[in-house]
């Protein structure tokens, strides 16, 4: 009875691979050189650590590791569950992940979705030794019944279509894969995982099958060899994601081959009784589903046979290939004949998706795998038109590539899939950037990486590093970082115009040191409170929001609306970027605009504020920003209250020191100063007259203290200015605030503030009352789980939030969450908008998601696998041999430039300028170092070395090496005569380098 054929069928997309395979195979590339050398994966002796029955033996053996370890973490699985699992469901978890990696699906995008999972295995390993004994608990039940292979997966993934383990025998995984296109082209799910698996725990089956002359003595398969004797057993699994293929391509999904048609049936009561196949069985197959599906059987150029390398099995494939494949009408040239299991065995219960995802690669890079093991053919191989390749063979030539894949399972359930190579995909990208118009490449872009622990993390940059080519498309490398990957809890990002930029960034992430191009890495956080803190008077620089309104709409618009709002109370135009930028009258209203910006950019990239705080005139944009004050409002402040500053700056200036707060206050009251701004632990700014702000100056750094003197500044925040209060009360009457939309916190009285109570008279107060940032930071960190963004076109206070919060119960004091929308640069050439992509990967390390600077719906890119977080997992430890350096040397003068060189690495990694550059008696803000950097520099040591050194703007690589060194004595040195010196040594007589 002829098929009819299914016009208009559905085609299936196979777009994301993944496998566990014998000889260290553990992904498609590997098990693909793995085909095209010819490796022989087969085990004749267990290794070291496998306690497995020698009774097993040859056979293809997973590694010891593939048993011990697994990312319970990651998975939600508990340690004792883990002890109690089938391992082919800790494999399968894992490679369902990274198959839905390789099609450019993040895992956690599927959450609740109509997505099947078919899973073919007839391990039973697992339920012997765990339910033999006696039936012990659901857990135990749980951990070795074969439905959970499938169900484990559709729960951890809360897949919510068919969820289903099938068992053929040796024909299951391809039964699922049938199956699961079925489904597909049913419309019964949207998305299918099919993978199948084996493992071989005890001797049973082997013991048995070597019996009975299954398997072959000679410990080898030889597919279609007239040596044939039967086969060797072999453990793994493979997992393939397949989509309809018109979803495929409208998702941007990669379609690595098209299932075209498929079937299965058995050999029922055949004569050849149950466990022996069926010639007639095995032909009505094959002329059903080419009937079915359209393709002519003249057209395929290969098949992956089933090929166990048993004298039936063989002789009964050959008959049934011959007759419908090999001796087609219209051939025109021989039928190639592959047989994945002469490399690495038969996989049993797994073998067919082996087979399918061996042929998908055969297709993909259009050559014909050898055939190893096989020196002579069956002799009828040749009459029917099959040959079978000893060595590696182009592609038959043709536009489109044909394949057929087998699967025969022992007790009669056959299974075949016919795949065709997929048409090129038209590019239908737009090469323009999509915020300016701008060419593509020319942008900045902004890649993430995440993994679920330092070491992982550490792996997976090295591995992206080293895949990234030198004509990367980082576009659309981002977007598939961005919107293709899940991320998970040890984050960073890497931000970079360059392919090379990119894989040096990567390169410094996986050797764990800084990098100018690199935001984190952080642990990510549920974030419960994003509170933007608008800065003051210092985060203002001449090209201010110069490139940012030149690449962000968003920007743009909102700073240009500012401006007008400006503009209606200025005698004068606004300043623009180019613009002589002195005098408060200008650069106040200058950053208020930049302010209002940048706050609306934020909001366009997906970052609300839940709370904002204002320092000083940040208070300003701060109120706009909540909805307090409209802008024409918030205008007008700005500009009253930057005029009155202007004229009180010939009285007075201000002084940023290092002192805590009572310090601060003794030193003013004894130089007759006052405490403007109380921004930190170490981080107070004085105002007073210039003469005894300088005399202040002199005596302070006498001391020891770090003190700066403002340049253009004003008395603001102190009793020198309160003459001026009435005057702006006045000035600002008929202001009308309003209630608001996000909360507001006042550093003038260090609470929360209505909106309402905005008017003339809090102005007043504000512009007298000192600045105190720091009880507000602490009282705000301490209530909710904050992250700090400073609103600044240049950081002023993200070092000193990073110190309040850094002494609040609960936060990491090397990890606090504050970020920073750009970086200072002595040259003044820095690049807003790549700071501004830093900061956003800066804000996603931390733990809240920003909306990507970059489309969704570009075609997904080849990026290797995260690294799993198993136990044991390697890491880099170059930065620990350079700390050893500084706590194993021999002399004082060794251990001084051990400490400096270790240092000038990290201030070079962020900077981005060469350690050989830098001058080691600078100050640090002289080498690019900015404030939050300082923090950075200062937590990174703690972090590394154990030390607590204090680390601010005016250190120098000097004197923080000698802090260095004399932390390195106190560990275990012993002072002892440094030979070519003049003064005492130190050698250190045990050292060990800290755990």
Not at 310 to 335: C, F, H, K, Q
Request: aromatic share 4%.
């Amino acid at each position: 009875m002829n098929a009819p054929v299914l016009r208009g069928a559905v085609d299936v997309a196979i777009t994301g691979m993944s496998c566990r395979l014998p000889g260290g195979v553990s992904t498609p590339a590997e098990l693909w050189d793995a085909l095209l050398t010819g490796r022989d994966l087969i085990s004749d002796t267990l290794a070291p650590g496998d306690e497995r029955p020698a009774e097993l033996l040859p056979a293809g053996l997973l590694s010891p590791t593939e048993f011990q370890g697994f990312d319970g973490d990651h998975f939600d699985v508990p340690d004792f569950e883990i002890d109690i699992m089938d391992p082919q469901q800790r494999w399968l978890c894992e490679l369902v992940d990274e198959a839905l990696q390789d099609a450019g699906i993040a895992p956690a995008s599927l959450r609740g979705s109509n997505t099947g999972v078919w899973i073919g295995s007839a391990a039973v390993d697992q339920a012997i030794i765990s339910l033999g004994p006696r039936y012990d608990t659901v857990l135990t039940a749980l951990g070795a019944a074969p439905s959970i292979l499938a169900n484990r997966i559709s729960y951890h993934f809360d897949l919510r279509g068919a969820s289903m383990t099938i068992d053929t025998a040796c024909s299951s995984s391809l039964v699922a894969v049938h199956s699961a296109i079925t489904a597909l082209r049913a419309g019964d799910v949207d998305l299918a995982i099919v993978g199948g698996s084996n493992v071989l725990l005890k001797e049973n089956h082997s013991v048995a099958f070597r019996a009975s002359g299954i398997l072959g003595p000679g410990g080898r398969c030889r597919p279609f060899d007239q040596k044939a004797d039967g086969y060797v057993r072999s453990e793994g699994a493979g997992v393939v994601v397949l989509q309809r293929a018109d979803d495929a391509r409208a998702q941007g999904s990669p379609v690595r081959a098209l299932a075209v048609g498929s079937g299965v049936n058995s050999d029922g009561r055949s004569r050849t009784g149950i466990v022996r196949p069926s010639p007639e069985s095995q032909s009505e197959l094959l002329r059903r589903v080419y009937g079915r599906s359209g393709v002519d059987p003249a057209t395929v150029d290969y098949v992956q046979a089933h090929g166990t390398g048993t004298r039936d099995g063989d002789s009964v494939e050959v008959r049934s290939l011959g007759a419908v494949l090999g001796r087609a009408p219209g051939r025109e040239r021989p039928l190639l004949v592959g047989a994945v299991k002469s490399n690495l065995g038969h996989t049993e219960g797994a073998a067919g998706i082996v087979g399918l995802i061996s042929t998908v690669l055969a297709m993909r890079h259009a050559t014909v795998p050898p055939v190893i093991h096989h020196t002579q053919p069956r002799r009828r191989m040749p009459k029917d038109g099959l040959v079978v390749p000893t060595e590696p063979r182009p592609w038959p030539a043709g536009e489109v590539r044909v394949a057929g894949v087998s699967s025969y399972g022992f007790g009669g359930t056959n299974a075949h899939v016919v795949l065709r190579s997929p048409e090129p995909a038209a590019d239908t990208r737009d090469p323009r950037d999509e915020a300016t118009g701008a060419a593509a490449t020319d942008s900045a872009r902004l890649i993430p990486v995440s993994a679920g622990t330092p070491a992982a993390l550490a792996a997976t940059a090295r591995r992206w590093a080293d895949r990234i080519r030198p004509d990367e498309d980082l576009r659309a490398l981002a977007a598939t970082a961005a919107h293709r990957r899940d991320h998970l809890g040890r984050r960073a990002a890497v931000v970079a115009d360059s392919p090379q930029t990119a894989r040096a960034a990567l390169h410094a992430l996986a050797r764990g040191r800084e990098h100018p191009a690199l935001a984190g890495p952080h642990t990510a956080r549920d974030v419960e409170r994003v509170v933007f803190v608008f800065s003051g008077h210092g985060a203002h620089w001449t090209r201010m929001g110069e490139r940012l309104a030149a690449t962000e709409p968003a920007f743009a618009a909102a700073r240009d609306a500012a401006h007008a709002a400006l503009a209606a109370h200025l005698d004068r135009a606004p300043w623009t970027p180019g613009d002589p930028l002195r005098g408060m009258d200008t650069i106040q209203p200058a950053l208020f605009a930049a302010q209002v910006g940048l706050a609306a950019l934020w909001r366009e990239r997906g970052i609300t504020p839940d709370i904002v705080v204002g320092h000083s005139i940040g208070e300003a944009a701060a109120a706009h920003t909540a909805g307090a004050l409209g802008l024409q409002d918030a205008a007008r402040l700005v500009v009253e209250r930057s005029a009155l500053l202007a004229e009180a700056s010939a009285h007075g200036g201000l002084l940023a020191t290092d002192l805590g707060a009572e310090a601060a206050e003794k030193a003013a009251a004894e130089s007759g100063a006052s405490v403007a701004v109380y921004n930190g632990p170490r981080a107070t700014v004085l105002a007073g007259a210039h003469a005894a702000l300088a005399d202040l100056h002199e005596r302070l750094t006498r001391e020891g203290a770090q003190a700066r003197l403002f340049d253009d500044a004003t008395p603001a925040h102190s009793p020198l200015i309160a003459e001026r209060t009435a005057r702006l009360e006045e000035a600002l009457a008929g202001l009308r605030p309003e209630g608001g939309h996000t909360a507001m916190w006042s550093t003038a009285t260090a609470a929360p503030i209505d909106g309402t109570d905005l008017d003339a008279a809090y102005w007043g107060r504000q512009l007298r009352a000192p600045v105190r940032l720091q009880p507000v930071v602490a009282e705000l960190a301490a209530r909710h789980r904050c992250l700090f963004v400073e609103i600044a076109p240049r950081p002023v206070l993200a070092g000193a939030l990073a110190d309040v919060i850094a002494d609040v119960p609960g936060y990491d004091a090397d990890d606090a969450p504050v970020v920073a929308a750009t970086r200072p640069d002595t040259d003044g050439a820095y690049d807003e908008h790549a700071d501004l992509l830093r900061a956003l990967g800066e804000v996603a390390a931390h733990g809240r998601t920003p909306a990507w600077p970059v489309p969704a719906d570009l075609d997904a890119v080849d990026l290797p696998l995260r690294r799993w977080s198993r136990p044991g997992a390697e890491h880099d430890d170059a930065l620990s041999r350079a700390v050893d350096a500084v706590r194993c040397a021999a002399s004082d003068r060794e251990r001084d430039t051990a400490a400096v060189r270790l240092l000038g690495d990290l201030v070079a990694g962020l900077t981005g300028r060469p350690d050989g550059g830098l001058a080691a008696d600078a100050p640090l803000y002289e080498l690019g170092v900015g404030s939050l950097d300082v923090f950075r520099l200062r937590a990174r040591l703690r972090r590394i070395t154990g030390a607590d050194i204090p680390v601010v703007p005016d250190s120098t690589l000097v004197g923080l090496g000698r802090e260095l060194a004399l932390w390195a004595v106190d560990q275990g040195g012993t002072r002892t005569e440094d030979p070519g010196t003049d003064r005492p040594g130190t050698r250190v007589e045990h050292c060990v380098a800290p755990a």
